[in-house]
């Protein structure tokens, strides 16, 4: 288990998610002139309070599970029976006005509603944005970023080097430099021709798709193993390896078994077991199947440069990045419920915090790009047609506009108290996914 630091980031993550979604809702409360009596994040007895000008209580609990701001009611109202939904309120700085929940329109109850997911929408999009301002994007050009380390390797090609040509044929993108070596023979070297430091040289480099490990999956059977990145699979039950498609055709063919794969790292040699299993996999056309996987993910040999993009470039992978995840969120959702794949992956709170957790121990970046994508989750979620969530209450809101007056009370109690079973069978089964991971 991951303590100490990463556990505190992910906390304070957590926190914050929180309450981005719940500073969403009470902003747009109050430019709609709807009073609010309590901002609370998280639940339990309260660890610190604090009263603002406008009679709202910001309170901090000691369970962060959740947040939530109680909006002004009408047994709230300070007026005779209650009849007049209105409070004006005054200050060292002037005066304003602000009403209760259920007098305001139903526009402003419905943006207030919406701008919680908007909130943690924007704050994805924020993040992922200045993610790649911090890590740069792909340079189309094909100049060299980085050169994965095999056993015995000189690195003939380095990092820098503008590729001209490839056995023979003219390179002008990088892209081109996989298009032609992935048709080429894996036991076969490549011919490449570089300008390195205004000097042409003719290198030979080895078959690029090696068995290299550019990524591990968190918590999947080659993290559980100790894999880690930049491990180079040498054999796997004591079969060769030579490309990244024969370790896949290994695993694929274990039915589940262990596999004892030769590892290669930083000029060590040592073994592994691994078990495979069964595990969501998105394919090229974006959908989502389960196969047969260790959980690591393979490349080239030669990565491109990167370079700092324009705020406009980086603004538009942020929310490149956010609809990606909000889509993938909803395809793996849909894969779940005609199962596609296995609810066992539904992850609950526990999973959350142990995923953060880990991520920050691996650095600032994959911390924040996995932060970026549980907001996107978050606000996601929340617009999910369940009552108790913002979903449910836009449904009652679009049952007032039909109908032209809103939904009976004790229907309302009702649909509450279904959703709130719903949403706790749902805690109480991604929980226990967490704790069997």
């Given at each position: 288990?991951?303590?100490?630091?990463?556990?505190?980031?992910?906390i304070?993550?957590?926190?914050?998610?929180?309450f981005?979604?719940?500073?969403?809702?009470?902003?747009?409360?109050?430019?709609?002139?709807?009073?609010?009596?309590?901002?609370?994040?998280?639940?339990?007895p309260?660890?610190?309070?604090?009263?603002?000008r406008?009679?709202?209580?910001?309170?901090?609990?000691?369970i962060?599970?959740?947040?939530?701001?109680?909006?002004?009611?009408?047994?709230?109202?300070?007026?005779?029976?209650?009849?007049?939904?209105?409070?004006?309120?005054?200050s060292?700085?002037?005066s304003f006005?602000?009403?209760?929940?259920?007098?305001?329109?139903?526009?402003?109850?419905?943006?207030?509603?919406?701008?919680?997911?908007?909130?943690?929408?924007?704050?994805?999009v924020?993040?992922?944005?200045?993610?790649?301002l911090?890590?740069?994007?792909?340079s189309?050009?094909?100049?060299v970023?980085?050169?994965?380390?095999?056993?015995?390797?000189?690195?003939?090609?380095?990092?820098?080097?503008?590729?001209?040509s490839?056995?023979?044929?003219?390179i002008?993108?990088?892209?081109?430099?996989?298009?032609?070596?992935?048709?080429?023979?894996?036991?076969?070297?490549?011919?490449?021709?570089?300008?390195r430091?205004g000097?042409?040289?003719d290198?030979i480099v080895?078959?690029?798709?090696?068995p290299?490990?550019?990524?591990?999956?968190?918590f999947?059977?080659?993290?559980?193993?100790?894999?880690?990145?930049?491990?180079?699979?040498?054999?796997?039950?004591?079969?060769?390896v030579?490309?990244?498609?024969?370790?896949?055709?290994?695993?694929?063919s274990?039915?589940?078994?262990?596999?004892?794969?030769?590892?290669?790292?930083?000029?060590?040699?040592?073994?592994?077991?691994?078990?495979?299993?069964?595990?969501?996999?998105?394919?090229?056309?974006?959908?989502?199947v389960?196969?047969?996987?260790?959980?690591?993910?393979?490349?080239?040999?030669?990565?491109?440069?990167?370079?700092?993009?324009?705020?406009?470039?980086?603004?538009?992978?942020?929310?490149?990045?956010?609809?990606?995840?909000v889509?993938?969120?909803?395809?793996?959702?849909?894969r779940?419920?005609?199962?596609?794949?296995?609810?066992?992956?539904?992850?609950?709170?526990?999973?959350?915090?142990?995923?953060?957790?880990?991520?920050?121990?691996?650095?600032s970046?994959?911390?924040?790009?996995?932060?970026?994508?549980?907001?996107?989750?978050?606000?996601?979620?929340?617009?999910?047609?369940?009552?108790?969530?913002?979903?449910?209450?836009?449904?009652m809101?679009?049952?007032?506009?039909?109908?032209?007056?809103?939904?009976?009370?004790?229907?309302?109690?009702?649909?509450?108290?279904?959703?709130?079973?719903?949403?706790?069978?749902?805690?109480?089964?991604?929980?226990?996914?967490?704790?069997?991971?």
């Amino acid at each position: 288990m991951i303590l100490g630091t990463p556990i505190f980031l992910a906390i304070i993550a957590f926190v914050a998610v929180i309450f981005i979604h719940e500073l969403g809702h009470y902003l747009m409360g109050r430019l709609c002139g709807i009073g609010a009596s309590t901002f609370s994040i998280g639940f339990g007895p309260k660890l610190i309070s604090y009263t603002d000008r406008r009679n709202t209580e910001w309170t901090l609990c000691l369970i962060p599970l959740g947040g939530f701001v109680k909006f002004w009611t009408k047994s709230d109202d300070p007026s005779p029976n209650n009849k007049i939904n209105y409070r004006n309120e005054t200050s060292s700085t002037g005066s304003f006005s602000q009403k209760s929940f259920e007098a305001s329109t139903l526009l402003a109850r419905t943006l207030t509603v919406l701008a919680g997911p908007f909130a943690n929408f924007l704050m994805s999009v924020v993040i992922f944005t200045g993610v790649a301002l911090s890590n740069g994007i792909i340079s189309p050009d094909p100049i060299v970023g980085k050169v994965a380390a095999l056993p015995g390797d000189r690195k003939s090609i380095l990092a820098g080097d503008k590729i001209l040509s490839i056995q023979g044929q003219s390179i002008d993108r990088f892209e081109q430099i996989y298009e032609i070596t992935s048709e080429m023979d894996r036991s076969s070297s490549i011919n490449f021709r570089v300008l390195r430091d205004g000097k042409t040289l003719d290198l030979i480099v080895p078959y690029l798709f090696q068995p290299v490990v550019f990524s591990v999956e968190m918590f999947s059977p080659a993290m559980k193993a100790g894999i880690e990145t930049g491990d180079v699979f040498l054999e796997a039950n004591s079969r060769l390896v030579s490309s990244f498609e024969d370790i896949k055709a290994i695993i694929n063919s274990s039915k589940g078994n262990p596999v004892l794969v030769t590892v290669w790292r930083n000029g060590q040699i040592f073994k592994k077991i691994i078990s495979p299993e069964m595990r969501p996999t998105e394919t090229p056309t974006g959908n989502i199947v389960e196969k047969m996987r260790i959980g690591v993910r393979g490349g080239s040999l030669l990565s491109p440069a990167m370079v700092t993009p324009s705020i406009y470039e980086a603004g538009l992978m942020g929310i490149n990045m956010t609809i990606y995840v909000v889509r993938t969120s909803l395809v793996g959702l849909a894969r779940m419920i005609d199962r596609t794949i296995s609810s066992k992956h539904l992850s609950g709170p526990v999973g959350v915090a142990k995923a953060l957790s880990y991520s920050a121990s691996e650095g600032s970046i994959p911390f924040l790009s996995l932060l970026a994508a549980i907001s996107a989750g978050i606000g996601l979620i929340n617009l999910f047609p369940i009552p108790i969530l913002d979903g449910g209450h836009l449904m009652m809101f679009l049952y007032e506009s039909i109908f032209k007056a809103p939904p009976p009370n004790y229907v309302v109690k009702f649909l509450m108290s279904v959703g709130f079973f719903v949403l706790f069978a749902l805690m109480v089964f991604a929980t226990f996914n967490d704790i069997v991971r």
